[in-house]
């Protein structure tokens, strides 16, 4: 008996001890520990970039976006051939094989065509590789300017002589490639302007709406209903009949814009009032008020900020939609007209048997458009769960 | 002392309960065995996130179904009507014979009373549901069961009148609290199991909760496993403690002997952390220096081995065994192997 309290005044004392020479023991907390701390000391933002980074198909819907992008800003020096070029001799002309290897060596190159019509009247073009016209990197062609600013003829990649073309012709014989290249410029901002100007309504209403309460939300949300009780193409075409025909292409793309958000803005508006009727009723609110805050203050400084994660996330889900209108109006033909090019316009101008029948080259915008919703989506969801709290 | 006829409610042995989450493996009950005997009250006491609950849970299989399971040892539990013991790691957590036991002969209260009753019935309605699931009785006799219970909870005759039809926020914590013991003992369980069930009241309610307890505790016979990291109510309710630290006890036996003198170098630590009468005002606190290993890669051997203040030894490294110290005192370290 007496032996195990003899070990326990024992185990005090040397507790006693170590107190004393605690302050040693600080500096030598182990590495491992300091990686967990850094965890536990962790913003929001790390936490949901350290979930997002183990999804690994919402990384590659990511890149994907990314590259879009990129390929958008630098669709000038991509795409071999600016919007004016035609290619009389090559009209309607399929999609061209580029050979790698010529003679054993590292000399990518395309062949000529030729062209034969059968009885039909029907175009036939048939490679000729006796004749090949070998890449040129970096080479010297039509004059545009790289990111609107920059004058210069330099261009990815181009051929001395006929033509190369990725995706085909159209019927015009301009190169398939680079149009969709130059459509994705209007086609992925007007998403990007669109989100941002219904991103600014819906949230700054739908946060009103869910912090002040009472009439203020009731007459936000009977708005809300009703704009999206309007079955939206009928919305559509009425809003664009507005835009008058003699302006330009420019401001015409600008209206459009307008009203896609103008209608698109709903969906945020909701979920952000959800969200702040149970923030409003947090002690950061009350303390702020206490402090006396201004009402703005509380909104712009605290309630904004508090679904800022969300926001974002919803920004993402909902840039699909925003180009899919765009793409579905200009289908239309109720948003934009040539020569104004975008992916809307491209899918515009095939929608004719001809097209699916014989030329089916012509719809690679559609594959383009599809690949992008889908890397969208996949990004959306990635950040989705990211931003989710109760998952680990 | 243990007597070989020595009858046990609950017999764990080697329990290793482990969660498999994206992050890894979590061995969050990882090799303990205690018994609790008819009657008594047995503490378990430990820091956050060191088993403590998750042994109560796997005892009641309420173990979140896709990340927790079961993977070594025994739980018997022995339904006191003479039937041979039931082996409750192995029944379906969802069958009717588990959903007897629950409730009916084993049931837990938990920390948060307000998170734990619906808020959408009353709470007389919740005390009859319980009633009538376990007992059959009809509406009336039902009603008037619970209005019994909540009198002996300490509501008094006419405040039982009034609460049994209210819903539960109109409640005051205290009372709440009441009413989920209450429904715990509507159907006077053989074992009460208490999740932390004072850390959500003011001290002056705690001490009228605890006592509440006690005496039901002797009226129905009921033994008591009581979760806590308050080394406070362990002394005040148990007669036996077990000390938890990663998932394994490391120090079990009579409260007076562990409050007295502990051997265990974290029992020690805990009991240096505790707030004392009569020392100096100006005195801090002394709490165990450093903090628990990551769950995720617990050190082999003994996991208390980065924050012990004795001297290091080789043989800490290995797995240290449980150690009977004295009679009934046992220990997990190698101090005593």
């Known amino acids: ?392 | 002392m243990v007597a070989t006829q020595q009858r046990y409610i609950v017999q764990i042995k080697d329990l290793k309960t482990h969660f498999y989450t994206l992050d890894g493996v979590v061995q969050a009950v990882d090799g303990v065995s205690l018994e609790i005997e008819p009657g008594e009250s047995l503490g378990l006491v430990g820091e956050s996130g060191c088993g403590k609950s998750v042994t109560a849970f796997s005892i009641l299989r309420l173990l979140p179904k896709k990340t927790a399971r079961i993977v070594h040892g025994n739980i018997l539990y022995d339904r006191g009507d003479g039937s041979p013991a039931v082996e409750l790691t192995t029944v379906d957590p969802n069958g009717d014979l588990i959903r007897n036991i629950r409730g009916n002969e084993i049931a837990m209260i938990f920390q948060e009373p307000l998170t734990s009753l619906s808020p959408m019935h009353t709470v007389g309605n919740q005390i009859i549901e319980a009633i009538q699931l376990h007992q059959g009785l009809d509406d009336e006799a039902a009603r008037q069961q619970a209005l019994s219970w909540l009198d002996r909870v300490g509501m008094g005759t006419s405040g039982a009148n009034q609460i049994i039809d209210q819903y539960p926020h109109r409640l005051s914590g205290g009372q709440r609290q009441r009413a989920m013991i209450a429904m715990a003992l509507s159907c006077k369980p053989q074992l009460l199991i208490a999740d932390e069930p004072t850390t959500a009241l003011d001290v002056t309610i705690q001490a009228q909760i605890l006592e509440l307890m006690k005496d039901l505790q002797e009226q129905l016979g009921m033994a008591i496993l009581m979760i806590t990291h308050n080394l406070g109510v362990i002394a005040e309710m148990c007669e036996r403690v077990a000390v938890m630290y990663m998932g394994k006890i490391v120090e079990s036996g009579d409260v007076r002997t562990i409050f007295r003198h502990p051997i265990h170098p974290y029992t020690v630590g805990l009991m240096r952390s505790i707030p004392q009468l009569g020392r100096q005002v100006k005195a801090r606190l002394t709490p165990i220096p450093g903090s628990i290993p990551d769950p995720y890669s617990v050190p082999s051997g003994c996991a208390f081995l980065p924050r012990c203040p004795v001297p290091k030894m080789e043989a800490c490294r290995q797995e240290v065994p449980l150690i009977e110290v004295e009679p009934g005192h046992f220990a997990r370290c190698v101090l005593y192997g």
């Open chain 1, 1 to 392: 008996m007496s032996d195990t309290t003899n070990k326990s005044a024992e185990l005090f004392r040397l507790y006693e001890e170590l107190s004393d020479a605690s302050a040693d023991l600080e500096s030598e907390e182990s590495v491992d520990q300091k990686a967990l701390d850094a965890i536990f000391a962790a913003s929001q933002w790390q936490l949901m970039w350290r979930k997002f980074k183990r999804n690994k198909v919402a990384i590659v819907g990511g890149i994907v976006v990314a590259l879009y992008y990129l390929l958008a800003l630098l669709a000038g020096f991509v795409a071999p051939y600016t919007l004016e070029a035609r290619f009389v001799q090559y009209i309607h002309m399929p999609p061209q094989r580029i050979h790698i290897f010529y003679a054993g060596k590292l000399q990518p190159y395309v062949c000529d065509v030729e062209l034969t019509v059968d009885e039909n009247l029907r175009k036939h073009y048939a490679p000729n590789c006796d004749r090949r016209f070998p890449l040129q990197f970096f080479a010297h062609g039509e004059s545009y300017k790289l990111l609107g600013l920059i004058d210069t003829d330099v261009h990815l990649f181009l051929t001395s002589d006929g033509i190369v073309s990725l995706l085909g012709t159209d019927r015009q014989g301009r190169d398939m490639f680079s149009r969709i290249l130059y459509g994705s410029q209007v086609s992925l901002t007007i998403g990007l302007l669109g989100v941002m100007l219904s991103l600014i309504l819906g949230s700054v209403l739908g946060v009103v709406s869910g912090y002040y309460g009472g009439w203020i939300d009731d007459l936000m949300q009977r708005l809300i209903e009703l704009v999206r009780s309007f079955p939206s193409i009928p919305l559509w075409m009425a809003l664009s009949a507005a835009v008058p025909p003699h302006w330009p292409p420019l401001r015409t793309y600008f209206a459009i814009t307008v009203i896609l958000s103008l209608i698109g803005w709903t969906w945020l508006a909701r979920q952000l009032r959800g969200k702040v009727l149970s923030l409003r009723h947090e002690d950061f609110v009350l303390a702020a008020k206490m402090t006396g805050a201004t009402d703005a203050w509380v909104i712009f400084r605290h309630l904004i900020p508090a679904t800022l994660s969300h926001i974002i996330v919803v920004s993402t889900l909902s840039m699909p939609s925003m180009i899919l209108a765009e793409t579905s109006l200009s289908f239309l033909g109720l948003g934009l007209r040539p020569p104004v090019t975008s992916w809307g316009v491209l899918l515009k101008e095939v929608q004719n048997i001809q097209s699916i029948a014989l030329y089916p080259w012509v719809f690679a915008p559609a594959l383009a458009i599809a690949l992008l919703i889908l890397a969208f989506n996949f990004l959306g969801d990635g950040l989705r769960d990211a931003a989710d709290p109760y998952t680990v």
